[in-house]
């Protein structure tokens, strides 16, 4: 189905707001930077979006999404992404190619600034009630099926997960380019290292994490509907 004129423009709204804020991040972009850079005009910007918050917030939900439905593709088509170190693999190469999410993963200041300290931003409200987050998740279930060796603290290895991740978005920074292996190299060996240290020996359970990330995925999008229509609720008394 052909977009609309709204659609398409809206679409260079956040188009533009990513690109700025992934650059000079939330604070010291304003809405009029978006709609210049969108090449229309602050009055247009607010006929689709009645803050810079709400405009942030509308970004925030399309990458997310963007994400996890690449982060799903790369996944269906790796043989081997039912492993702990296929599913990684997928959501860092998913992560590499989404500059802005990958600020996000970094809960990196200059891009989010004072948005984070707002006490009902999105990241609180969308997490409210979760006690765990979505690869501690992945790691508990994939334990419970007998995918994963159950000697090592679940949280140990999420957090492990999580550093290695970290580092892949932030050592470019840190080390300089000649001594850093290509992104491919990196994300493969980062794969094979996981399934031969965590990976049950079991080849039966060498597909089961591909359901897992279903389920949680599926999940995470119930709960943002969740939130969507108790936050229309609640304007609409």
């Not at 991740?165 to 493969?188: F, K, N, R, W």
Request: charged share 30%; net charge negative.
């Amino acid at each position: 189905m052909a977009r609309t004129e709204n659609e398409d423009r809206e679409g260079r709204i956040l188009d533009a707001a990513a690109q700025l804020i992934a650059h000079f991040g939330y604070d010291k972009t304003t809405v009029s930077d978006i709609a210049r850079e969108a090449g229309i005009s602050k009055g247009a910007v607010y006929l689709h979006f009645e803050s810079k918050e709400a405009l942030f917030e509308a970004l925030l939900i399309r990458e997310m999404m963007t994400y996890a439905l690449n982060w799903l593709a790369l996944l269906e088509k790796d043989e081997a992404g039912g492993t702990l170190g296929g599913m990684y693999k997928s959501m860092l190469y998913a992560l590499s190619d989404n500059p802005f999410m990958a600020a996000l993963f970094r809960q990196d200041r200059h891009i989010l600034g004072n948005y984070v300290r707002k006490p009902d931003n999105f990241f609180k409200r969308f997490q409210e009630g979760q006690s765990s987050s979505t690869r501690f998740e992945f790691v508990h279930r994939m334990q419970a099926a007998g995918a994963l060796r159950d000697d090592l603290d679940p949280q140990v290895i999420t957090h492990i997960m999580n550093m290695l991740a970290y580092g892949l978005v932030s050592m470019d920074g840190v080390i300089p380019a000649e001594e850093t292996p290509e992104l491919d190299d990196l994300i493969e060996g980062i794969a094979v290292m996981m399934d031969r240290a965590l990976m049950s020996p079991d080849p039966t359970k060498a597909d089961i994490g591909k359901q897992i990330v279903r389920e949680i995925v599926d999940e995470a999008y119930q709960r943002y509907e969740q939130l969507e229509k108790s936050e229309q609720e609640q304007t609409e008394q």
